[in-house]
């Protein structure tokens, strides 16, 4: 077996998401590019086969509008790329699903899946953005409002530290960008 440390979303994909395929890393910058229009995706990784999964952290309701938005997001990434696209959304237990479970027609072969967890996901999104200041990746708008509201999400013994841990990053990320 391979001895290479895996990244630690690809681990979150292969349990919360019982993911079998074998995820190599990231996909190409020109395989992800999707139009201004169309919501730009979490992390987006690439299977040994050239599939696309993209790794999203889902922090408000889920509701049609958000279920529409990933559609939009696996049909253009289809209609680029013609692999199979999945969708995996990591949400809080403590937000509301109204969205249908109706499956949509279309053209573009994907899946959409969504896991609830106990936890604070607060911490994988500072681990994500952490990880991109790092590798000084510059971040976007999402990533900074997230910096913003992380401390306000995580539980309130830990405020002070994940303030103090992202104002850190603000101040790194503006080197950056």
Avoid: W
């Avoid at 910058?29 to 040994?48: K, L």
């Avoid at 889902?58 to 939009?72: A, G, N, T």
């Avoid at 680029?80 to 279309?106: D, F």
């Avoid at 971040?139 to 830990?158: A, F, V």
């Amino acid at each position: 077996m391979n001895n290479e440390k895996i990244r630690p979303e690809i681990q979150i994909i292969k349990e919360a998401f019982q993911e079998k395929r074998n995820i190599i890393d990231y996909a190409p910058e020109e395989m992800i590019q999707v139009s201004e229009y169309c919501h730009n995706g979490g992390d987006i990784f690439i299977t040994e086969e050239g599939e696309l999964i993209d790794l999203e952290y889902q922090m408000k309701d889920f509701d049609e509008e958000e279920l529409v938005k990933y559609i939009e997001l696996a049909e253009e990434l289809y209609e680029k790329n013609n692999v199979v696209i999945s969708i995996y959304i990591l949400c809080p237990k403590t937000i509301k699903v109204t969205a249908p479970e109706i499956p949509i027609k279309s053209t573009a072969i994907f899946n959409i899946k969504l896991a609830c967890f106990e936890g604070n996901p607060v911490y994988n999104m500072l681990y994500h953005i952490k990880e991109k200041i790092d590798k000084n990746i510059p971040i976007d708008e999402e990533d900074y409002e997230n910096l913003l509201m992380i401390p306000m999400m995580g539980p309130k013994k830990e405020k002070n530290n994940l303030r103090i841990e992202c104002y850190k990053l603000l101040k790194k990320a503006e080197k950056i960008n």
